[in-house]
């Protein structure tokens, strides 16, 4: 992080004595996940990128949705990305790994460059498709300038399962699990919040999506699950094939109230296509 130079010309405070500082110190030794305070107004260089979502800028330039790995999601705009010989125009592709860097003491940063890293295979067809139903839950689901390194990973590796053709019914379950996860909305699977006993396989629960899972009872207007379900998916074991249909109507269940009620345009697609 560059500093500023009023930073640089500050005057150093006068020693303390060592025990009133120690603590102070050890606190600033703990690695802390950047947030916006710490970001706004910086340089940043080479840092791990995709593109979720662009628009149109005025005539030649674009804003695009970045998410990266030790920032989150970030806006910038792309100044002249659009004219015919930019060398941004052919890299702000989607589901393309990215090195960038940009400025900025606003919302709205500037991209100053981005390179295309590779080593990832195209999506292709649905895989394709769940592709941007993955950008569309970070961009609706994730608040800017908020760090989560581990979804970061996490995309990365269900951008190439979903190149590899792997299941993909499977490894959106997975990714909708861990982004509730990160976000911090998910509930434990593994204990009954009524009873805080752990879940019982045998049992057929619903999931309270401001509390966790509870057995179901007549009048439960939310999808049931069995307990067994609910423990297959917080380890994420999708063999069985009634966990992952229970698992599909719990997820689109317990999405769309964390939404609060926006819609997922790739979603209804999906679904029309039987994948999701």
């Not at 999506?209 to 069995?226: F, S, Y």
Request: proline share 8%; charged share 25%.
């Amino acid at each position: 992080m560059s500093t500023t130079p009023d930073a640089t010309l500050e005057a150093p405070p006068e020693a303390a004595p060592v025990a009133a500082v120690a603590p102070a110190a050890a606190a600033a030794k703990r690695p802390r996940a950047p947030s916006r305070e710490r970001t706004v107004g910086t340089k940043v260089a080479g840092q791990p990128a995709f593109v979720l979502h662009s628009y149109p800028y005025k005539e030649t330039s674009l804003i695009i949705d970045l998410f990266t790995r030790d920032f989150g999601r970030v806006a910038l705009i792309a100044k002249g990305a659009k004219r015919p010989h930019s060398q941004l125009r052919g890299v702000l592709q989607t589901f393309q790994p990215l090195s960038s860097s940009w400025v900025g003491k606003s919302e709205l940063r500037t991209l100053t460059d981005a390179e295309w890293i590779g080593g990832m295979l195209p999506l292709e067809k649905t895989a394709l498709l769940c592709g941007f139903y993955l950008n569309e839950l970070l961009v609706k689901l994730l608040a800017r300038d908020d760090a989560h390194p581990a979804l970061f990973d996490h995309y990365v590796s269900t951008l190439n399962q979903l190149a590899h053709n792997e299941p993909a019914s499977i490894v959106l379950r997975k990714f909708e699990r861990t982004l509730l996860k990160e976000t911090g909305v998910a509930a434990d699977f593994t204990r009954c919040v009524e009873t805080r006993r752990p879940v019982q396989a045998g049992v057929v629960y619903v999931v309270d999506p401001e509390r966790g899972p509870r057995p179901e009872r007549a009048a439960d207007p939310w999808p049931r699950v069995a307990g067994k379900t609910l423990l297959d998916m917080e380890c994420e074991n999708y063999e069985d094939a009634a966990t992952q249909a229970q698992s599909k109507q719990l997820m689109r269940f317990l999405v769309a109230h964390h939404l609060n009620g926006a819609p997922l345009n790739t979603r209804q697609i999906l679904i029309d296509l039987s994948q999701l």
